[in-house]
């Protein structure tokens, strides 16, 4: 069985969640289409699989490798799905 997904557009986005150097666990808004899905810390992208990487955890979790320090900004980008 195939469950279709209609995807709404590409966001970015300030995720969810305490900065503050011990939190790992942000949020998005909306639920994003599993792999589209891109960190940036302080405006610098990630890379999943590096040592400051991160995971997803759909329908809307991102868990990051290390915690950011407070002060730092975590956007996510990524497509929503409806």
Known sequence: MV???DV????IEVAT?????INNLFQTTNPFFP??????????ITKADNADGWAEVPPSVVILSEAPRAGD??????????
């Open 73 to 82: 900004v975590v956007q996510v980008y990524y497509l929503s799905v409806s």
């Open 17 to 21: 969640g305490a900065v503050d150097g």
């Open 3 to 5: 469950v279709e997904r």
């Open 8 to 11: 709404t557009g590409p966001v």
């Open 35 to 44: 792999g589209s899905v891109q960190v940036f810390i302080n405006g610098l």
